[in-house]
């Protein structure tokens, strides 16, 4: 798949990027490619490919026991709060 200029100013204006004049040509050959190697993928025939069930198959992963370490200072913390309710700590409305 090839990508023109045009769709690469849009890909930028969606993504709020900010790419030169000088820097547009370079994208829109890298982002060319990047879409023509996944279009390849895309071809390829996965059909006799058996899902797998966890990336380690075959292997056990270690996991640590899942211990406590800290101790709750969920009150200290919120003697130290300008506002609370009801455990909730209170903020100022910042949305208009």
């Known amino acids: 798949m090839s990508l023109t200029r045009q769709d690469v ?3 930028a204006l969606l993504a709020r990027l ?15 490619k990047i879409l023509s190697f996944v279009e390849q993928l895309n071809g390829a025939d996965t059909g006799h490919v058996e899902p797998m069930a966890h990336p380690l198959a075959d292997q056990v992963q270690r996991l640590r026991d899942d211990v406590v370490l800290e101790e709750d200072r969920r009150e200290k913390y919120q003697r130290n709060a300008p506002r609370v309710e009801a455990g909730l700590y ?5 949305i208009e």
């Not at 900010?18 to 060319?32: K, T």
Request: glycine share 0%.
């Open 9 to 11: 100013e849009n890909i």
């Open 90 to 94: 209170l903020v100022p409305k910042v």
């Open 18 to 32: 900010s790419i030169s004049e000088a820097e547009l040509p370079v994208y829109v050959d890298s982002l060319s």
